[in-house]
């Protein structure tokens, strides 16, 4: 694990970690990202297309 201390405005510590995701957390991430683009293209179309 990666550790880094930023001092940011104010002089405020602040810890940044870099963990890694498994495959089955990224699997999840990219199927939800997918699920969730493909029905922002899916309600577009409808829009587009129902006559409304």
């Known amino acids: 694990m990666l550790q880094k201390d930023l001092?940011?405005?104010g002089g405020t510590m602040e810890t940044v970690r870099n963990i890694r995701l498994t495959s089955a957390?990224?699997?999840?991430l990219w199927?939800?990202?997918m699920n969730?683009?493909?029905a922002v293209c899916i309600l577009r179309y409808f829009l587009k297309y129902s006559g409304g």
């Not at 957390?25 to 999840?28: V, W």
């Open 31 to 33: 199927t939800t990202y």
């Open 25 to 28: 957390e990224l699997a999840s």
């Open 7 to 9: 001092t940011k405005n």
């Open 36 to 38: 969730d683009t493909m």
